[in-house]
């Protein structure tokens, strides 16, 4: 017969204290964020469920994200190299890594709307540090976005455009794309899931973002006095980090510093909101 | 020592979306007992008003009372999902919650992958949570069934799982809906035992139940709760006695 006498509890010997007049809320909030960040073992196997069962009974799976991805480059590319009158060959590349990492962003604030919302069922059963629905809703997006990567390498390798050594700096690009991403599962998770109408708008706003940031055409297309306000698009500015790096030998130091700014903005508007509302977001969902 | 304290604790569920101002003002009209406005002029349902007890180790308490009397939220806020509006809250003890059983469940994935899922959801490494898996898939009796995703179960089976996979702990502090005293006849028996084994392990029981024969036979002490107040304190022949019960 067997019995529980080997498994404990979560906290053995914890002590829950919890007084409205005092409610610590600072505390609270760093505690679930560092509790979070330790049990992200959680955050991970649920974000490989969530691809899982996004992609039941499919053969290609994530893949058809690859394919259609591939396609998209493809038509894009000849259609507007001939349009922006530039060859295929110095074309591609930009095309190819600037669609890839707008589609990421694009899926990230898109699912961030759901990051709290749908864990619902979760949320009003445990008492799990919130931090562990935000880092799934990150971690399930990158996973999937991750299987763009071939198509990176192949466009490279068919125009042999090869980037420099500078790339590596494309990894504190994508460094902040995932401060960014976090931040904004947990700000939007939370505000969605007060007021439902956010998700809509915030549809809208991407798409509207999509032709406005220099995604499909190059900044220098703009007039050089135009091409200055860019920094002040923060999608262009992080987008710019990842993307400068790999096809066009490095993002200038005003990108960086914008998107630097940025990110710290987010972040700091994700922490404040999330340590006044935290103890809110089990009403809300 | 586990305990839980508990002074002036105030639940209250706003509801967000309700619209239209004439609904507002019709639903506000209808009920002026528990639905009120706030100072942001929201409506909430005081689930919970001025709750104050303490509860020492060794007891065994029964939450009873009407549907919607506050039970299930009073469960829920001593696990530490509700955090109260108003009032203080202390529950010292490792804390075990046996309230919805399908908890962080997930139908596409096999038992197996939920019973490891659970395992990490408490906090224990994979390795653990494997282990877990063992135990807990001997315990249902679920067989190969174990491999299966849990969407293709039937109702009994699900019900075998969910027990198995939230009994497997060792609580100080032991929070269970009455929710769990239900299920078949034959898996019962079995799963009597266990509760039976759990019940007595743990210092501090808080049982929701609306059968008084369980409240009888396994509680010290009787809470009932009436519209989110309580009603009465005492001991089990001084509540289930009173005139007030008959």
Not at chain 2, 87 to 100: H, K, Q, T, W, Y
Not at chain 2, 167 to 176: A, Q, R, Y
Not at chain 2, 214 to 239: F, H, K, N, P, Y
Request: glycine share 8%; hydrophobic share 50%.
């Amino acid at each position: 017969m067997p019995d529980g006498s080997a498994i404990s509890g979560p906290q053995p010997g914890a002590l829950y204290v919890f007084d409205a007049s005092r409610p610590r809320r600072i505390a609270a909030a760093l505690g679930d964020i560092a509790t979070g960040l330790r049990r992200v073992r959680l955050s991970v196997a649920l974000a490989s469920l969530d691809i899982r069962n996004r992609y039941r009974g499919s053969v290609l799976g994530p893949f058809w994200l690859t394919l259609s991805t591939a396609a998209m480059v493809g038509g894009l590319g000849l259609l507007y190299s001939s349009l922006f009158k530039m060859s295929l060959a110095e074309y591609l590349p930009f095309i190819a890594v600037s669609l890839i990492v707008w589609n990421t962003i694009n899926a990230i604030v898109t699912d961030a709307c759901t990051s709290l919302t749908s864990a619902e069922g979760i949320i009003r059963q445990l008492p799990l540090p919130y931090t562990v629905h935000v880092l799934r809703c990150v971690w399930r997006n990158a996973v999937i976005a991750a299987h763009n990567l071939p198509i990176i390498l192949a466009v490279f390798l068919a125009t042999g455009a090869w980037p420099g050594w500078e790339a590596w700096q494309a990894l504190p690009g994508l460094a902040l794309l995932g401060i960014n991403a976090c931040a904004l599962a947990l700000f939007l998770g939370m505000l969605c899931a007060r007021f439902r109408d956010i998700p809509p708008i915030v549809g809208s706003v991407m798409q509207l973002a999509f032709f406005l940031s220099p995604v499909i055409w190059k900044p220098e297309l703009l007039e050089p006095s135009r091409a200055a306000w860019l920094p002040l698009n923060p999608f262009y500015a992080v987008m710019e980090t990842v993307r400068g790096p790999l096809v066009e030998g490095g993002a200038s130091a005003t990108v960086w510093v914008a998107a630097v700014v940025y990110t710290a903005a987010m972040a700091g508007i994700a922490l404040a909101f999330f340590i006044r509302f935290r103890g809110r977001i089990a009403f809300w969902v | 020592m586990p305990h839980i304290h508990a002074e002036a604790v105030t639940i209250e569920f706003p509801l967000y979306h309700l619209g239209a101002r004439s609904l507002k003002k019709r639903i506000l009209a209808n009920s002026p007992l528990r639905l009120r406005q706030d100072e942001a002029s929201r409506i909430v349902v005081s689930a919970l008003r001025d709750l104050s007890f303490r509860i020492q180790p060794g007891e065994r308490v029964a939450l009873i009372g009407h549907n919607g009397a506050g039970k299930t939220t009073l469960l829920r806020t001593l696990a530490g999902v509700y955090e109260p509006v108003a009032g203080r809250l202390e529950v010292a003890g490792s804390i075990g919650a046996l309230i919805d059983p399908s908890a962080g469940m997930d139908p596409n994935a096999t038992g197996r992958e939920n019973i490891v899922l659970r395992g990490l959801f408490r906090g224990l490494s994979e390795a653990e949570s494997s282990t877990l898996a063992e135990e807990v898939g001997e315990f249902s009796g679920l067989a190969e069934f174990l491999d299966v995703p849990v969407r293709t179960y039937s109702a009994g089976m699900a019900v075998r799982l969910s027990f198995a996979m939230a009994t497997v702990m060792d609580p100080e502090v032991l929070l269970m809906d009455e929710w769990f005293l239900a299920g078949d006849a034959e898996f019962m028996q079995r799963a009597r035992a266990k509760l039976e084994a759990l019940v007595s392990k743990a210092e501090i029981l808080v049982l929701a139940s609306h059968d008084m024969s369980i409240v009888r036979e396994w509680c010290t002490r009787v809470i009932r709760l009436d519209s989110g107040r309580i009603a009465q304190d005492g001991t089990v022949d001084e509540v289930l006695g009173a005139p007030a019960a008959a």
